[in-house]
C-alpha cells in the first residue's frame, strides 16, 4: 500500500469547477492518504440509518420539439440504490442532468429531503448533496490529481477531515501513488476512479453516477462496487446508477427503472424487470451478448 503525506501546492488557483461555481484554492493543507483497504464485505444496500432523500416529480425535459422524457417520477432514500437503464439516447445523461441542475427540467420538481431545489443551479444543487459523476472523465485536465481532489474538497469547505473520509478510496482505486500525475495522463480507468473520488469530495447524499463502469476492465468494475458499498454504508448515501453493464446492475442495484423513447417502460426488482418482454424488446435484445 502507497501511503502520501506531502504538501499540497503552495499557490492559490481560481478555476471554474465540475461542480458548477468558481472558486479559489488557496495555500494548501497537508494530505494524508491512509487508512485501511476496504474489507471485501458483499455490499449491503438499504443499511443507511440516516440521510436525505431525493424526490423526482413528474420531471420532463424537451429540446425545441425533441421529448427526451415525460412525467418521469422516483425517489431515492438513504442507502437506496437504483439503477436507471435504457437504449442509447434514452435520456439517461439527460435526467442526471436535469436532476443535478446542469440544465432546467420543462416540467416537473426535484426535492431534497422536501426543499426544492428544481432549476436551481449547478453550484448549488451539489452543494446542497446532489452529485454526478460524469460519463466521459471530467477532471481538470491539466491540474494534478491531488489538485483536482483539493479543488472539490475546498469546493465543500472541507480540510484535513474531508481528505480523511476520501483516503480510503484513495487507497482503494490505488490513486495514492499517482496523486502527482498530470490527470489527463493517467490510465482510463484512473481517470474514472478520480471522477468518483472528486465526487466523494463533495460530500455527497445522493450520488449520481453516469456509466461509472463503461470502459473499464472487468477487474477495475469491481472498483465501482466497492465505491457503492463505501458511499451507502460509509456515507449514508443514496445512490442513482445510470449503466449498461447489466452484470454490475444485477449486483449493485435492488431496483431498475428502464428508460425508453422518453418515458419509464418498467420499473422493480432486476429479476423481474430484465425478463420482461417489452424491456428485453427495446434494449437488451439490442445489446450484444446480453443476457435477459
Ligand atoms: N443539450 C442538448 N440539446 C439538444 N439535444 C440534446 C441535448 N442533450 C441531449 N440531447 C438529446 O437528448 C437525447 C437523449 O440524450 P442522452 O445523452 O440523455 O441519452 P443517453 O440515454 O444518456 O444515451 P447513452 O446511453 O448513449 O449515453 C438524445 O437524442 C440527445 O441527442
Ligand atoms: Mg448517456
Known amino acids: ?114 426543499r426544492d431545489m428544481t432549476g436551481k443551479p449547478l453550484h448549488a444543487v451539489s452543494r446542497a448533496g446532489i452529485v454526478r459523476s460524469f460519463q466521459q472523465t471530467n477532471t481538470f485536465r491539466t491540474a494534478t490529481a491531488r489538485e483536482n481532489i483539493s479543488r472539490a474538497v475546498r469546493f465543500s469547505n472541507g480540510g484535513e477531515s474531508l481528505w480523511q473520509t476520501i483516503a480510503p478510496l484513495i487507497d482503494e482505486f490505488d490513486l495514492a501513488a499517482h496523486l502527482d500525475e498530470q490527470s489527463d495522463k493517467l490510465p482510463y480507468g484512473l481517470q474514472k476512479m478520480l471522477g468518483l473520488v472528486l465526487a466523494c469530495a463533495v460530500r455527497p447524499k445522493v450520488l449520481l453516477l453516469d456509466e461509472p463502469a463503461a470502459g473499464l476492465e472487468r477487474r477495475e468494475r469491481l472498483r465501482v462496487d466497492a465505491f457503492v458499498r463505501h458511499a451507502v454504508t460509509e456515507l449514508g448515501c443514496g445512490v442513482l446508477i445510470v449503466e449498461h453493464d447489466m452484470e454490475l446492475v444485477r449486483r449493485l442495484c435492488p431496483k431498475i427503472l428502464v428508460l425508453d423513447s422518453g418515458r419509464v417502460l418498467a420499473e422493480g426488482a432486476p429479476a423481474e424487470v430484465l425478463s420482461r418482454k417489452d424491456v428485453i424488446d427495446a434494449y437488451l435484445g439490442t445489446m450484444e451478448g446480453a443476457e435477459a
Not at 6 to 25: I, Q
Not at 26 to 53: C, H, I, Q, Y
Not at 76 to 89: K, Y
Not at 98 to 111: E, K, Q
Open 1 to 114: 500500500m502507497t501511503r502520501s503525506r506531502e504538501p499540497l501546492p503552495r499557490e492559490a488557483a481560481r478555476t471554474e469547477g465540475s461542480f458548477g461555481e468558481g472558486f479559489v484554492m488557496p495555500p494548501g493543507d497537508v494530505l494524508g492518504v491512509m487508512g485501511p483497504r476496504f474489507d471485501r464485505r458483499e455490499l449491503v444496500v438499504g443499511t443507511a440509518k440516516s440521510g436525505t432523500r431525493l424526490e423526482v416529480a413528474g420531471i420532463c425535459k424537451r429540446f425545441g420539439g425533441l421529448h427526451v422524457f415525460n412525467d418521469v417520477s422516483f425517489s431515492i432514500s438513504p442507502g437506496d440504490v437504483l439503477g436507471v437503464i435504457g437504449p442509447n439516447g434514452a435520456g439517461k445523461t439527460t435526467l442526471i442532468n436535469v436532476i443535478c441542475g446542469m440544465l432546467p427540467p420543462t416540467a416537473g420538481r426535484v426535492l431534497l429531503d422536501g
